[in-house]
């Protein structure tokens, strides 16, 4: 069965500086890969997604996630963080018909 | 364009009351799910569908039932409420491709008192 981790529910940075969210997968196969992100109250939106097609993926917002099979891992970064970035982001692994995802990582910025 | 449009945003029920959270999309999409989000877990699969008259158990499905008899609708019923069912409820829809992703309705607030 398909699973994903994230390392820290909790991720602290500075406006401006880098934001590194870690996600390491699980997958028989060959896995397709999602970043969502939730601000409060709302539903989540995709971010980005890995497809098999480039391991370097672009995103909205500025973000971006590299697939590296062999660490399997798929952190999603960006290199400036910005206030609006502020907000809960889910890993996720596609598994069949069905997506399973990782327990989240709530981002706070710092003025 | 409306997506994926969940019914009621927010909703209080007394243990042992029954209710249905309603799910429709204007996507044409096949794959329905529903997923319930509770504080440090993430997001726990419930029920899912891959077209009308289909559905599957996912990894939490016990005091909950489905039904899909249209391709836009996939109302999730909770019969005999109880307190581990207070939650977030999210309604999501993708395509039959292997690449799509889900799109997420803005979530059902239950709460079991």
């Given at each position: 069965a398909q699973s994903v981790t994230q390392l820290g529910s909790h991720v602290s940075v500075s406006e401006g500086a880098l934001v590194l969210l870690r996600c390491n997968y699980s997958s028989s196969v060959p896995p397709y890969l999602f970043w969502y992100v939730q601000y409060p109250n709302q539903g989540l939106q995709l971010l980005l997604k890995y497809t098999?097609?480039?391991t370097l993926v672009k995103g909205i917002n500025g973000f971006e996630a590299e697939f590296k099979k062999s660490e399997t891992s798929f952190h999603l970064t960006k290199p400036s963080a910005h206030m609006s970035d502020a907000a809960e982001y889910f890993c996720a692994v596609r598994g069949g018909e069905k997506l399973t995802f990782g327990t989240g990582t709530r981002l706070t910025i710092i003025p | 364009n409306a997506g994926v449009t969940q019914t009621p945003k927010f909703r209080i029920l007394k243990i042992g009351q029954s209710m249905t959270l309603q799910c429709a999309q204007?996507?044409?999409?096949n794959y329905m799910y529903w997923y319930r989000q509770d504080p440090g877990m993430g997001l726990k699969l419930i029920y899912y569908s891959v077209g009308a008259g289909i559905t599957d158990k996912g990894e939490v499905p016990n005091g909950y039932n489905v039904s899909r008899s249209t391709t836009e609708d996939f109302p999730l019923r909770l019969e005999l409420?109880?307190?581990?069912?207070?939650s977030v409820y999210f309604c999501a829809s993708r395509t039959g491709q292997n690449t799509g992703e889900l799109f997420f309705g803005e979530g059902s607030r239950l709460t079991v008192l």
């Open positions: 098999s097609a480039a | 204007d996507m044409n999409h409420a109880a307190p581990s069912q207070t």
